[in-house]
């Protein structure tokens, strides 16, 4: 009779198929024996993603049956979900603390006979995502008074009259929300932007703020009232993605300078790489110029193309481009005398930027402040 395996080396082969192999392979294994089910179960189940209302309600059936299912999962990624096969099978799953939603459609009578609140979940992600109010955002929102994280993705609202009121909306139960991710992509109209702006500084208090993550595309202009509102008493981590920017940095109205007590931010310029067409390259010497945070200890630059034509960072030779001397002006005032890093995303050989660095921005390259950084996409 062979010996049986310990269970400390199924588990790590487990979890290797968790990695690597097609779920099927675990649900092989959760068949195998009882010793194997509650590793399998673990990894197959833990984050799962379900492409249609139909897989919903046919997991919704399985939890049904298998109570213990439901604890397990802590992560559900759901495409083109109904608000009540959603809102039915939320109650199963009690440790949930990230939810994902593509593609969904919520009306506010959808949503209105639902008394449950769903404690667990810190992480709520809203892509492509119908709304014919924010009235319906902001119902939607209040079954999650533990959110900690908002992200949302071309949200998309139904059209306004000109002059209408502006909703009178509020979420005082999201007191734990700290997190706001917006990526307006293409789809939505500035009015939608707008009126969700508006929105999140009519909800939420000024200190409440601590991490901003902005993808905009065309203009930043409207992002200024998010920076004013917030910037005095919050948002210490900006994540600010500025993609076919048609306003020239000299003359743009836009500034970072009420975000007072930044500790680190993301600058991400989106356009092609030389010899193609280019945006004006002086935004990134206008945005670190107006850095007036006393507690900033990091910088991250990237400029690349990744969403116009899917290209990567740009080559480290092609961001010697910039205006360095003016980032090195910028750099040795005695308000970002905190600064501890500086980090350059880019591809290619590093010796070019590298002695570009060196002569243009001597005190900051002799500090070590900066970090060339190769990414995988």
Excluded at 44 to 56: G, M, P
Excluded at 227 to 252: C, P, V, W
């Amino acid at each position: 009779m062979v010996p049986p395996l310990p269970i400390e080396l199924t588990d790590y082969i487990i979890d290797y198929l968790h990695q690597y192999v097609h779920s099927e392979s675990l649900g092989a294994c959760a068949l195998t024996c009882s010793a194997w089910l509650p590793a399998a179960r673990y990894h197959r189940f833990r984050s799962l993603t379900i492409k249609s209302n139909d897989d919903l309600e046919e997991f919704a059936a399985l939890v049904a049956s298998s109570p213990a299912i439901g604890p397990i999962v802590h992560k559900l990624r759901a495409h083109r979900p109904t608000p009540e096969c959603l809102l039915s099978i939320l109650p199963s799953l009690p440790s949930l603390t990230e939810l994902e939603l593509y593609d969904g459609k919520f009306t506010r009578g959808d949503l209105k006979c639902i008394a449950t609140k769903f404690t667990t979940v810190r992480d709520l992600y809203l892509e492509a995502c119908v709304l014919p109010s924010l009235d319906v955002l902001a119902d939607l929102l209040v079954f999650f008074p533990g959110l900690e994280s908002l992200a949302i993705s071309q949200l998309l609202l139904s059209p306004i009259p000109y002059n209408a009121a502006h909703p009178a909306v509020g979420l005082p139960s999201l007191a734990r929300l700290q997190t706001v991710s917006i990526n307006a992509g293409f789809a939505p109209r500035d009015d939608e932007l707008e009126r969700l702006y508006s929105w999140l500084i009519d909800t939420l208090s000024p200190d409440q703020l601590e991490t901003l993550e902005i993808i905009r595309y065309h203009d930043p202009r409207p992002l200024q009232p998010l920076f004013d509102a917030f910037g005095s008493q919050g948002i210490r981590h900006l994540f600010l993605e500025l993609t076919y920017i048609n306003d020239k940095a000299m003359r743009t109205l836009f500034t970072l300078k009420p975000c007072v007590n930044l500790q680190t931010i993301s600058i991400t310029l989106g356009t092609p790489e030389p010899p193609g067409p280019t945006v004006d390259l002086t935004w990134i010497n206008v945005l670190i110029s107006q850095l007036n945070s006393a507690f900033l200890e990091m910088i991250t630059l990237s400029i690349n193309g990744r969403r116009i034509l899917k290209e990567g960072d740009w080559k480290f030779d092609s961001i010697r481009a910039l205006d360095w001397k003016s980032i090195n002006h910028t750099l040795q005032q005695p308000i970002l005398k905190n600064l501890r890093k500086f980090e350059i995303h880019g591809r290619g050989p590093e010796e070019p930027l590298q002695e570009c660095l060196e002569q243009s921005c001597p005190g900051a390259y002799k500090r070590g402040l900066f970090r060339m950084i190769v990414r995988d996409y």
